[in-house]
């Protein structure tokens, strides 16, 4: 009894604690758990939405689809290097791209933060199209000559999104600053024949549109490596390198609309997602106070301690909550309750039956928990399959945060619950005790109490 009673202390304790500094670090941002705050998406915090539109136009019509997944995957990965918390990227039709960046209430910030990504391509001009060039602009000024010279080149189908990484180098003889580019499989593949039918000839390496470098092929490349080298200096040729890591988008993009969700309209959210879980919790706890009585007290203490170790995981991991996000935490608390009220009413069966109340709790915790490890594996496998089949952030951010409360409910009641239970019940209940462990508002006879006044009669 002491030790049950102590690790119950203990949890009581911590999950105040943890409740604490949930509070604090929010309210105090620039103390030692500040750097812990709750990190709130696009409809909550305010933030920038952008849409873009993709250039498809030299894309062939087979490898639209995939060349839009490259430019999403590129653009996520370039807003996640600069530290924007959960935004969204997602593809819409018309070759569109929806970029949305919680926080982020700068438009100009917001655009630098997908930064000019680069469009890397590789094209190809032959030596006979040179010599005819050469002939047909010898009478051309040096800008209209380079123009034709850029208009000649070809596609390879070779381009950024088969870049696997670039990596700065630089020569041990002059030390001189490269850059050299490492192609996935395919674009390894795609390489080693794009180069071997074309010995002799120039493959021009050009980004945005820019040759950056127009070397000949002298042999088969088949390790998939491809080496810039030129004019640059060191620091041009880091960011060269640094901005081809980020992602070189696969077809070139250009900003259609901005627009700015002020943070007025993202904290009247947080009021409204607040006062309806607060408004949820009341009611509940109210239900099972009356009810329950003493149980339903442990109950609700049981779901601060829940609600505790949620808003400890939402500032840690950290979660990004949006008004999804915060409709799949209030569904939890339910899904929490539910754990108790099944706990809850097998004792009462158990206490029906004539156990005492002692063994009437450990009765009905052992025959509840099948039923609350199926329901909350179901709810769990609902749960990812939302999270993983979902078509937008708006189901995934709602059953990731249900995800996490089914776990932590589950943890709650059959941990918290009966912690606190077993520290306060007496091992002989009788009189008013009884009372405070019975639920509901049937005041008749129990069969326990049948079979003592059975046993009185006979004696």
Known sequence: MIKTRAIAVMILIGAILI??????????????????????????????????????????LAEVSD?????????????????????LVEVQSGHKLIVEL??????????????????LEFKIITAKQQEELASTTATMTAQEKASTTMAAFTQTGLTGRMLQRAELNFDQTTGAPSVTLIFNSEGTALFASTTKANIGNVIGIFLDGSAISLPVVRETITDGK??????????TAQELVRNLNYGALPVPISLLSTQTIGASLGQSAADGGLKAGLIAF?????????????PGVIAV?????????????????????TAEGVAGFIL?????????????????????????????MHEGFGRAWPSIRDSNLSSLITGLILFFLGSNS???????????????????????SRMFLYAIAPKNAGGITKFLFSNGFNFTKSNSDVVVANNNQNK
């Open 67 to 87: 060349s839009m997944t490259a430019l999403q995957n590129v653009i996520s990965r370039r807003v996640n290097a600069f530290g924007v918390s959960e935004p």
């Open 102 to 119: 919680p926080g982020v209430t700068d438009v100009n910030q917001a655009i630098a933060n997908i930064g000019q990504t680069p469009v």
């Open 394 to 416: 708006v189901i995934k951010g709602f059953a990731l945060v249900f995800m996490i409360g089914v776990g932590v409910s589950m943890f709650t009641a059959i941990t918290a």
């Open 226 to 235: 491809a080496q810039i080298s030129g004019t640059f200096d060191v620091k």
């Open 282 to 294: 009341a009611i509940i706890a109210i239900f099972l106070i009356l009810w329950y009585r003493l």
């Open 19 to 60: 409740g604490y500094f949930s509070y604090y670090s929010q309210v105090k941002p620039q103390s030692a758990v500040g750097r812990f705050p709750f990190r709130l998406g696009l409809d909550l915090a305010g933030g920038s939405h952008l849409v873009y539109q993709a250039d498809v136009s030299q894309v062939p």
């Open 332 to 360: 939890s608390i339910g899904m929490a309750v539910d754990a108790n009220i099944l706990i809850f009413e097998r004792m009462k069966e158990e206490s029906k039956r004539g156990l005492p109340l002692w063994q009437a």
């Open 301 to 321: 203490v049981s779901l601060g301690v829940y609600i505790s170790i949620m808003l400890a995981i939402f500032k840690l991991l950290p979660v990004t909550l």
